[in-house]
């Protein structure tokens, strides 16, 4: 599998002079998602007017984050920091009481080494109330890959089975004391298992709880439970995990947290491709069926009903050709949704390729173009945006896919393009929500067939670069 | 370390790269982790730039963390000369990297020996200065650098223009309404028979900056930009500046009497007869203030904040030009708080200097003015309190860049300002239809609102009373009862504890 990987799959890696979003910008659907946390961003007036700027109107709905902007004295020390972050938590805890504190480190308190980690157990311990602690900083991270840092941190305070158990009924409790005590593999191979003793499935990625229902009901028809979702609703509600849990994401910007459900939590990963795209979605239920032992039913015919909907879409995007200039880590998993549509995917820019954790995206995406016998993209990681926009005029692609900052003037150079950070905003996993990514993707395409008859493609003057 | 939700003015970096990417063909680099390159977004979604953002990052990652920069910046800087071919290329360092302390003074050093473009670094500290400090520092620091350098090279020229002519100083990217400012300031400039010599940093050529010293004097519309540059090219120069801003009609005659001024010594110019015509007949802000729709705002009453030039004039407008009573007079702009007082001194009932949005979310809940006249952030606040909100400063959203024209300042500045208050109040006659029929709108009354945190019972027939009474006051009618009330040592509200409360309070 990894030989033909290396054989066909171009992998390249440039300056990483590109724009993306801070990772920070992850509070902004997470506190939404976990309805009972408060989110802490421990940083400088920079990251707070970013989360502003960003995050534009859910600013005034009485957001459940705020930050702990640091000023002069904190850089130079002379203040105390576990005196100050105590002085905040506790006001929080007092106007807002939430269930969690999420402490968010950034640049900042990189640079200063400031021991978020050893501050929390001992303030956790004064305050009672959990803290986890997050590093989603720009020196490391980009944008989506903030998520991966939160859940991963979250992944530790998942509860055991041990745990667990005092909280459930003695039946179970013997349940489960005897599954624990079972050798993986032999659950995995034991036929003889009933329906009920399938091993625990947890997914983690956070999505719209619409979302992770429709996903939920998705496996529930190929008799597969899902014990738990990381992250849950609430942070009271985090999954049991310990050995014998497998574990699937997805989206494909947890490889930490995958890292983590692995080695610390000692739980099987179930590599897959994921769930965008209804090719993509069947893969992945196809992957988990097999881990499983079960025999997927009726999932082709979905998948080519769904195909079928999104026909009067697919017809719009049909031999056009796309450019990705990379910046949420989507991309890989866009793009082989994009070719299965019969574009022609020129470039995949990407801030960073675990081949590893994507292994089996990658391949999905190998096959997807052999099939579609279009050209293998090239993959670029670290992407350096000057140079994607001088191959963007060489090329002229129908449709680039691009960050904030090159949409409008791109646009001016009558290059259709598609703002990226949509993707991670908008519902696209599933077979359900199918057809909103392809709202999404047409919808420049829609709108420029509309106007194309004015003349008006070219709005900036000659001498402009 | 700070709690904060909110701020009005952004980070020292933002600033400076307003001021950059203004001028034409300069560019900056900033030294910043991965991410910090958002005010390309901004500039990009805010002001529907057709161009590229003039700025990139130097990324600070790990490895720079490990081992300091090295090369990456000198590399990454005479990579653009060769790519862009820029006249002057600014370094700016971010909050996190004047933590690190590098000397990127010495990497400009480095830098510009094999550039052909100009380089410096911005100077300015990040944990002392806000956006707008930095933007006027890092203005003054250009034109010092050119300035300098124009007659070090013996280029620099200070003939005065033959005809009158000025300078426009401050005009720059991301400014509330400073593109339609701008136009109108020519435009009244045209008007006097004044040339503008250049205008700066919007749309100028650091190349030009040399020619700075042949305007007979400066303008500076905004207090927040411009005013160092303008008081350095009077010490270098001793060319007068105008830092009155146009706007309003008092202050913009105010404004063109000082032009006069400076203009007399040449030449015996009087304006006041164009001042007249123009406020009396142009200008339509002094019949609107005495028709008698205006009436019905006298004595009306609004909170105003903003930044220090918008909020002094806004509050100057209202009460000396529109008779309406400013409760509230604030400004964000700590850093000027003595210049704000003297300015709204007489004008207003209280002043408000914080940039805490909390404390100006309470001021406003507690006064509970009929309109308000702010940022984004008192549009937001007035929704919630249900009261209208006329934005009248930075910061601001997509929508406070229109495409129409719709300058604040100068003439046609008046007559936008004039429409802006109107539209904000409640009109006239709906006001009195509203009181007579006992409204017309149906919502229940909320029993709860911010300031007040009341342990009284409202009867049923209280809170039915209640709402007949029109929206606009009602808060203040339910206040005022809850308080009598509570004085009375009263726990259930009926009507005859309203109307009691109403006429202790007429006594």
Redesign the interface.
């Known amino acids: 599998m990894s030989n033909s990987l290396n054989d066909n799959l171009i992998f390249e890696c440039e300056t990483?002079?590109y724009?993306?979003?801070?990772?920070?910008s992850c509070v902004a659907w997470l506190y939404q998602k976990i309805e009972d946390s408060f989110f802490l961003v421990?940083g400088?007036?920079?990251c707070?007017?970013?989360l502003?700027?960003?995050m534009?109107v859910m600013?005034?709905a009485e957001?459940r984050y705020?930050?702990?902007?640091?000023?002069?004295s904190?850089?130079s020390a002379q203040?105390n920091d576990y005196k100050?972050?105590k002085?905040?938590c506790l006001?929080?805890k007092q106007d807002r009481n939430p269930s969690v504190i999420v402490w968010i480190g950034t640049?900042?308190t990189?640079?200063?080494k400031m021991d978020l980690e050893g501050m929390a157990p001992k303030l956790e311990l004064e305050l009672q109330i959990p803290i986890v602690v997050a590093r989603a900083?720009?020196?490391?991270?980009?944008?989506t890959q903030g998520e991966d840092t939160v859940l991963a941190a979250m992944a530790h305070r998942c509860p055991n089975s041990d745990e667990s158990n005092k909280k459930i009924s003695n039946s179970s409790l013997l349940d489960n004391l005897f599954k624990s005590t079972l050798a993986l593999s032999k659950i995995n191979n034991n036929k003889s298992i009933k329906k009920s003793q399938q091993p625990p499935l947890v997914l983690f990625g956070s999505i719209p709880s619409i979302v992770a229902n429709q996903l939920t009901m998705e496996l529930k028809k190929q008799d597969i439970e899902v014990a738990g979702w990381l992250p849950s609703q609430h942070y009271s509600e985090l999954p049991v995990l310990h050995e014998g849990v497998f574990v699937c994401g997805i989206n494909p910007f947890l490889s930490r947290t995958a890292t983590t459900l692995m080695r610390r939590k000692k739980c099987q990963l179930i590599g897959a491709p994921f769930p965008i795209g209804p090719d993509g979605t069947r893969a992945w239920i196809e992957k988990i069926c097999k881990v499983f032992n079960k025999i997927p039913k009726d999932l082709e015919e979905r998948e080519a009903l769904v195909w079928e909907q999104l026909e009067d879409y697919v017809k719009l995007l049909r031999n056009k050709s796309v450019f990705f200039m990379g910046d949420n880590l989507l991309e890989i998993s866009l793009a082989r949704f994009l070719v299965k549509c019969g574009m022609i995917v020129y470039e995949i820019g990407i801030p960073y390729m675990d081949k590893r954790f994507q292994s089996a995206e990658l391949v999905l995406l190998e096959k997807t173009c052999v099939e579609m016998n279009v050209p293998i993209p090239r993959i670029v990681e670290k992407p350096d945006n000057?140079n994607q926009?001088q191959r963007i005029r060489e090329l002229q692609p129908d449709l680039a896919i691009t960050?904030?900052?090159?949409?409008?003037?791109l646009e001016?150079r009558n290059i259709t393009t598609k703002w990226s950070v949509e993707f991670t905003f908008a519902q696209i996993h599933g077979f359900t929500n199918a057809r909103d990514l392809l709202e999404l993707v047409t919808r420049p395409l829609r709108r420029n067939q509309n106007l194309k008859h004015l003349g008006w493609s070219q709005?900036?003057n000659s001498q402009?670069? | 370390?700070?709690?904060?939700?909110?701020?009005y003015a952004?980070?020292a970096?933002?600033g400076t790269l307003r001021v950059a990417s203004s001028f034409k063909n300069v560019h900056a680099i900033m030294h910043?982790?991965?991410?910090?390159?958002?005010f390309?977004?901004?500039r990009?979604?805010l002001e529907?730039?057709?161009?590229?953002?003039p700025v990139?990052?130097?990324?600070?990652?790990?490895h720079v963390?490990a081992r300091g920069s090295q090369e990456k910046v000198v590399e990454?800087i005479t990579r653009k000369d060769k790519?862009?071919n820029p006249d002057l290329i600014l370094l700016t360092p971010?909050?996190?990297s004047s933590?690190?302390q590098e000397d990127l003074q010495n990497f400009v050093d480095r830098a510009s020996l094999e550039s052909n473009s100009d380089v410096i670094l911005a100077d300015v500290n990040?944990?002392?200065v806000?956006e707008l400090q930095a933007a006027d520092r890092t203005l003054e620091q250009i034109v010092r650098f050119y300035i300098e350098k124009g007659r070090k090279d013996g280029l620099l020229s200070q003939d005065k223009t033959l005809s009158p002519s000025a300078n426009i100083i401050g005009i720059f990217t991301l400014g509330f309404h400073n593109q339609h400012d701008c136009r109108e300031l020519k435009r009244l400039l045209n008007d006097l028979s004044i040339k503008v010599n250049e205008v700066i940093p919007e749309g100028g050529f650091v190349e030009n900056i040399k020619k700075l010293p042949k305007a007979w004097f400066n303008i500076v519309p905004y207090r927040e930009v411009g005013l160092m540059t303008a008081i350095y090219l009077e010490q270098e120069f001793k060319m007068p500046y105008i830092s009155t801003t146009p706007m309003g009609l008092v202050e913009t005659a105010q404004f063109i009497r000082e032009i006069a001024n400076i203009l007399q010594e040449n030449s015996s110019i009087n304006f006041e007869k164009y001042v007249d015509n123009q406020t009396r007949f142009v200008s339509q802000a002094a019949w609107f203030s005495r028709s008698i729709d205006c009436q019905n705002l006298t004595g009306k009453k609004a909170v105003v904040f903003g930044d220090a030039t918008h909020s002094a004039s806004m509050t100057k407008i209202l009460s000396r030009e529109m008779g309406i009573r400013v409760c509230c007079s604030g400004t964000y702009c700590k850093h000027d708080a003595d210049w704000f007082r003297e300015q709204v001194q007489g004008f207003c009932d209280e002043i408000l200097i914080t940039d805490d949005h909390t404390q100006v979310g309470n001021k406003i809940a507690e006064l509970e003015p009929a309109a308000i006249f702010g940022t984004q952030?008192e549009r937001?606040i007035g929704?919630r309190l249900d009261v209208p909100c006329g934005v009248i400063s930075a910061p601001v959203?997509i929508q406070n860049f229109p495409l129409g024209y719709r300058p604040f300042l100068g003439y046609e500045g008046t007559n936008q300002i004039a429409d802006l208050v109107y539209n904000s109040f409640t009109l006239g006659m709906e006001d009195h239809l509203l009181e007579i029929f006992g409204g017309h709108d149906v919502k229940t009354v909320i029993t709860k609102s911010l300031s007040t945190n009341s342990s009284l019972n409202w009867s049923t027939s209280a809170i039915s009373e209640l709402n007949k009474i029109p929206g606009f006051v009602r808060n203040r009618v339910k206040r005022n009862t809850e308080k009598f009330a509570r004085d009375q040592g009263l726990v259930e509200i009926t009507i005859e504890v309203m109307y009691a409360a109403k006429e202790a309070l007429a006594g």
């Open positions: 990483g002079n724009h993306t979003f801070c990772p920070i421990i400088t007036k920079t707070g007017y970013f502003q700027n960003a534009g600013i005034f957001p705020a930050m702990a902007e640091l000023e002069e904190d850089i203040l100050e972050l002085r905040l006001q929080i640049c900042t990189e640079i200063i900083n720009g020196l490391d991270y980009a944008f000057y926009i960050g904030l900052a090159h949409a409008n003037p001016a709005l900036v402009s670069k | 370390m700070k709690l904060a939700y909110w701020m952004g980070p970096h933002i910043a982790p991965l991410g910090d390159d958002y390309n977004v901004m990009s979604m529907r730039e057709r161009d590229f953002t990139t990052a130097s990324i600070v990652d790990r963390l990454n790519e862009e971010t909050c996190t933590i690190l990040h944990y002392r806000n952030m937001h929704k959203h």
